[in-house]
Each structure stands twice: as C-alpha cells, then as structure tokens.
C-alpha cells in the first residue's frame, strides 16, 4: 500500500492542483473534483489515495480523496487545513449525520430513510439509507470503498442494527457488482416491510441497485395521500413498483392505473397493493412503453384526474431514447391532454443538469403550447434526509411540481 504509513497510521496526502480558473469556485467550497479543473492527474495513481487540494498559486483548498465516478476524481472532504483525513474524520462526519436523523430514528410512521447523503453530509460518492433496521451502503466508486473498514465499524458500533448490506455502485472488471451484497449481522428476509406514512413497502436489499422505492419522493407520495388523490382516476407513468399508484389508492382515489416498461413492474405493484390490503384487481397495472400507451390513451380520448410523470433522467427502449432534459416538455405536453379539467398533474425530475428555473420553463412552455392555463400548487425538493451541500447544487437535484390543470389558456 503506497499512501498508508504504518508507523503513523497515517493516511499519506498527494498534492493536487488546481486550474486557476477553476480557483475561485474550490475555494468558495464547491466539494466535486472535476477532471478538467485538475492539472496534475498523473499524480492519481490509486484509488483512496489521500488528497491535499491547492490551486496552482498554491493557495490550500481543501483535502479529500481519489475515486472515479462518472461525476469526477474525487471528492474534498474538508476545508480546514489542520484536519487530517483519517479515520478520525470520517468517524465524525458519520456521527454527525447520524446525529441530525435523531427524529427520523424515533418516528415510527415512516421507518426508511436517508442516513448519510453523500456530499451533503461532507463525504461524496457515499450514501447510506435505513430500513427498518437494516442498513445499504452506496459506495459510488473504488476509492470510497477503501474505506469500508472504517465506516462499516462505524456504523456498527453506533447504530443498534439488525443487517448490513452494501451495493457497489461503480465498475469492477467492466461489471457492476449487483448481486447480494450482504455484509454482516442478519440476513433479510425479502421483501422487508417499512413503513412510509403508515403505508406498508417492500424493499429488496437483494435485487441490484433498485430496491423497491425512491424515498426522495416520500412527501410527494403524501401529498397524494392526503390531498391530491381523493375521488380522482389516476395515471401513473413510469410507475416502477407502483408506489405512487398505491399511496393514490390508500388517499382515496377512484382507481390507479400504473404503466411501466418493465416486466418485473407487474407483479411487484400488485405485491405492493396486496400488502395494503388492497386487491390488485381493481386496479389497471399495464405493462408497455409509456410512449405508446400515450398514444393509444389520446386515440381513445381518456381523460384521467390525476397524472403523475415521473420518469428516468434517460431511457432507451426498443422504440424510443428518452432524455429528461430534451423530451420532458413533450411528454409533460402530452400528459396535459389526457388530464381532465381542474385535474392535477404531478411533475417530476430528478435530472440534476435541468435546474428548477429551467424546468418551471418547460412547465410553461408545455401548458402554452397546449393553450391550457395551469396552476403550480405545490413545489417539492429533497427530504430533510437528503442533506444537501449548498455549494454543490447538482446534489439538489429533485424537483416536483404539483400543477393544477385549468381550462383553456385564453378564458383567464
Ligand atoms: N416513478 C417511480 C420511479 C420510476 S423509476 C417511483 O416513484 O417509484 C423509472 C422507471 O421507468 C423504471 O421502472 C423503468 O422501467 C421505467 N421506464 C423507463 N423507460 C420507460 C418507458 N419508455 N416506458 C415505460 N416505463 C419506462
């Protein structure tokens, strides 16, 4: 091992420098190592390696670590000089954010939630969620993972846990590793029932990088709950394990009906409506590309009362190659025009290159084009949980608009 001193049981730091013009965007704390900002990449040599962050004058910038991720080179952890970046430091920046969960480990209505959020809780490329007992590492590249030892210690002697389990979110031989990531304590048994709300979902800690639900969308899902839903036909679009459709039905909508590409969609959105109490057919669970579905729906003239988009930042099918940022405005167009009068549409995206502005743009731009006026009812971001760090706005990347859809644009 080339960056650990045995003597000092030190972790060794590599200088790297920083583009001039990148300068004043590190020094103002922006914690992502960008591959071109770095003008000495050839000093990057092993993944974990310790890093002391300067710009090209010299000036300290911060510390951090090299791991490759789609994103960059690494993350900067800290700011101040005099840290060091050991096990120390990543013992406190964990408790720390174990510390500001407090109130979600005590709230027994909802018992998922985010416990660590990467950079917004000073460590990028690692996320950690809760469920009911069980907890999922993320390690979003080959140099967070270094660390396992540490932060699984810390976690497991700070967290009353029952299982750990880990997924590796980054390329190993070319493949992601997606298989049963089990780490230590007690195996799960799948589905593990959580609570969100009172609701009952199913979460597989053993099928890959999906398990079962976004818990980023938990106050979206109850504002379906408590308001939206009731006495409406809803359509879910991209509908995944149909969570949405679920917590629609449980606030009291007339029927859901929940489109997804996926063949596994079907069965795991009946699983979800049977776990409450709900008798999945009397919903409509239709498996096919929502593109198609679209059409077939406009062709028949359905209209629904509520619609929810909420799809992939990117997706291919055979058919169609969607991409949130370009195709958002026409799909949103198209929901318009199966929504009823004074019905509500849920609009979602978690592309971080689209900012809020810019999708409060297409709403718009959506809405004229249709000639429908609308109203923006309810704006969501991220949960508490998905600390978020205020100089990394990609981080931020969550933006839900609940749009009531009024009659004809010209009649305001
Ligand atoms: N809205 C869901 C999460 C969506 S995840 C929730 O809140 O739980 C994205 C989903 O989109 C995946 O299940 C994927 O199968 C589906 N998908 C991707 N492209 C699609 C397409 N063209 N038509 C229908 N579903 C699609």
């Given at each position: 091992m080339i960056d650990v001193d045995e003597r000092e049981g030190l972790w060794m730091e590599t200088t790297i420098k920083i583009n001039m013009s990148f300068s004043k965007k590190y020094r103002s704390g922006y914690p992502l190592l960008l591959k071109e900002a770095v003008?000495?990449?050839?000093?990057?040599?092993?993944?974990?390696q310790i890093l002391n962050v300067i710009d090209e004058e010299g000036t300290f910038i911060g510390k951090g670590y090299y791991g490759l991720q789609n994103k960059g080179l690494g993350w900067i952890v800290t700011d101040k000089k005099d840290d060091l970046v050991d096990e120390g430091l990543f013992r406190r920046k964990l408790i720390k954010a174990f510390g500001r969960r407090r109130s979600f480990f005590e709230n027994e209505r909802t018992t998922a939630f985010r416990l660590f959020n990467g950079e917004g809780d000073g460590i990028g490329g690692l996320t950690i969620d809760y469920f009911d007992g069980f907890y999922l590492i993320n390690w979003y590249s080959e140099g967070i993972y270094s660390f396992k030892s540490t932060i699984v210690d810390v976690l497991s002697t700070h967290t009353a846990y029952r299982g750990i389990y880990e997924k590796k979110r980054f390329a190993t031989d070319g493949k992601y590793v997606e298989d049963d990531d089990f780490i230590m304590g007690e195996r799960g048994e799948f589905p593990l029932i959580v609570k969100e709300n009172g609701v009952n979902v199913a979460v597989y800690l053993n099928e890959g990088a999906m398990v079962g639900v976004f818990m980023d969308q938990r106050h979206v899902r109850e504002a379906l709950l408590n308001t939206y839903a009731k006495g409406r036909t809803v359509l879910n679009t991209f509908s995944y394990t149909g969570a949405f459709s679920v917590f629609a039905t449980l606030g009291g909508a007339e029927k859901t009906t929940s489109v997804d590409l996926a063949n596994r969609s079907r069965e795991k959105t009946a699983e979800h409506f049977t776990l409450n109490n709900v008798d999945p057919s009397t919903q409509h669970i239709i498996v096919e590309d929502v593109f198609a579905f679209f059409k077939r729906a406009e062709k028949r003239g359905d209209r629904y009362g509520l619609v929810i988009l909420d799809p992939p930042s990117f997706a291919r099918s055979k058919k169609y190659t969607f991409s949130a940022a370009k195709d958002y405005s026409g799909l949103l167009q198209q929901a318009i025009r199966l929504t009823e009068e004074d019905g509500i549409i849920v609009a979602s995206i978690n592309h971080s290159g689209v900012s809020r502005k810019k999708f409060r743009k297409m709403i718009d731009q959506s809405f004229r084009e249709e000639g429908i006026s609308y109203k923006v009812v309810e704006s969501h971001s991220l949960p508490d949980d998905y600390q978020v760090d205020r100089h990394y706005p990609e981080g931020n990347y969550l933006k839900v608009a609940i749009i009531k859809r009024l009659g004809q644009w010209n009649e305001e």
């Open positions: 003008v000495n990449p050839d000093k990057l040599v092993e993944e974990g």
